[in-house]
């Protein structure tokens, strides 16, 4: 793994080098989300470690349809969020534009915040030089909503907020409740998220329609990834066996 200024500097260069990065930052996730890393701030040193190559290796098999369902519980600072909430769905609209995708978090602010994050890797220069073909639709596209000119689009929403009639192609659920919330009711507080959540993906509930899904968070499974275990449907988990 290249440091931050081995990033830049091969991006403004030419030639078979600039030409092979580039090629890597394509269909490897694992390098995109390093690049990703190191556009957002803070300046913080990437420390690779094998649980973020499984972590990408693993959102491979869901991009690839491998995997339709998948299970990351981890302690916090471990970059999941980073890498499914924000990278991943930079990653799917480069590759295909068209591609709708759901995040769900707790709270209005945290859901932001990733929608803005990966707003900013997508109008990043790098990122519109690999991905040429996807564009963010209009001058200003907001942080928690955006859209491509091809319909695709990443869509936030808070724990209880709105989610009727939203179609997506992949769900992911960054961590929808507070850890007490989550211990004490994990899920008749949490409206429409929380019905995902015992829903899972795949099917059809009041006109959502999902394809793949991903649950993200660092609590145990007794709080919220549970119901998904329980729910009888094949999961892969990445779980606390990693740290």
Known sequence: MTGAAAHADLLNTDGAEYRIYKFLLRQCFGAFA??????????EV???NWHIELICDRLEHVRGG???????NLPPRGLKSMLVSVAFPAFLLGHDPRTRIIVASYGAELAGKFGADTRTVMQSR??????????????????GDFST??????FAVSAGGPITGRGASLIVIDDPLHRDQALLHPLDTVGDSGRLLAFGSGGR???QI?????SVGHLDHHAYAGPLLRGG???????????
């Open 126 to 143: 790098w990122y519109q030089d690999l991905f040429p073909a996807t564009h963010l639709l209009g001058a200003a596209p907001a942080a």
């Open 46 to 48: 990437f420390q690779a």
């Open 205 to 207: 509930e009041q006109g």
């Open 34 to 43: 390093e690049k990703v890393f190191h556009t957002l701030p803070p300046g």
């Open 233 to 243: 449907r094949q999961q892969r988990r990445i779980g606390e066996l990693l740290f």
């Open 149 to 154: 000119t091809l319909q695709g689009g990443r």
């Open 210 to 214: 999902a394809g793949k899904h991903i």
């Open 66 to 72: 491998k995997i339709r369902r998948l299970i990351i």
